[in-house]
């Protein structure tokens, strides 16, 4: 059997909206003949948004070991199994604080080549500043965690476009 390309999500704030559009995308089955999911949460945060989407046909497989990787499963890497208040909508420090550590995981595991690919959610860049991320956002963190300290750049690109920005975390009015 060929292998699929292995991509990593991470779930972003536990109250964004990164495990509604992830469950949402997955639904959608024909996606597991392109690539392997790899969603970094935990088992009952994913099921609070289930429940709450009415998306009980979302099945995922809990490997605790990336080497446990199921091809043709969505798969959910379990980053922690605490009890969590889930607020959506509201910005809270527990949502930024559990928002890193899916971050770390999944930033982890493309580091050590046991994904190809990483796909980031939203995160809230005031709640999840804390003594080990101390970043304006993701870009940052991840230029830093691979060593590239300058010349790291957001790219948003599509078929027919490539947008690179040039300033980054600065409104337009700036």
Do not use: W
Request: some cysteine; overall charge neutral; glycine content about 8%.
């Amino acid at each position: 059997m060929e292998e699929k390309i292995k991509i990593g999500f991470t779930q972003g704030d536990i109250n964004g909206i990164g495990l509604e559009v992830i469950i949402k995308t997955f639904q959608e089955s024909q996606l597991l003949e392109l690539c392997t999911p790899v969603i970094f949460s935990s088992p009952k945060t994913i099921n609070f948004y289930r429940r709450q989407l009415g998306a009980e046909d979302f099945n995922f497989t809990p490997v605790r070991e990336l080497h446990q990787v199921q091809h043709k499963k969505i798969n959910l890497v379990v980053c922690y199994e605490d009890e969590l208040v889930i607020e959506p909508g509201k910005a809270t420090q527990t949502g930024g604080k559990y928002a890193a550590i899916s971050l770390e995981k999944a930033t982890d595991a493309l580091k050590l080549h046991q994904i190809d690919a990483l796909v980031t959610a939203p995160i809230n860049k005031n709640t999840i500043q804390s003594e080990q991320f101390k970043f304006p956002g993701h870009t940052e963190y991840l230029a830093s965690k691979f060593g590239f300290e300058k010349g790291a750049m957001m790219l948003m690109c599509s078929d027919h476009l490539r947008v690179g920005l040039v300033t980054g975390h600065m409104p337009i009015s700036k």
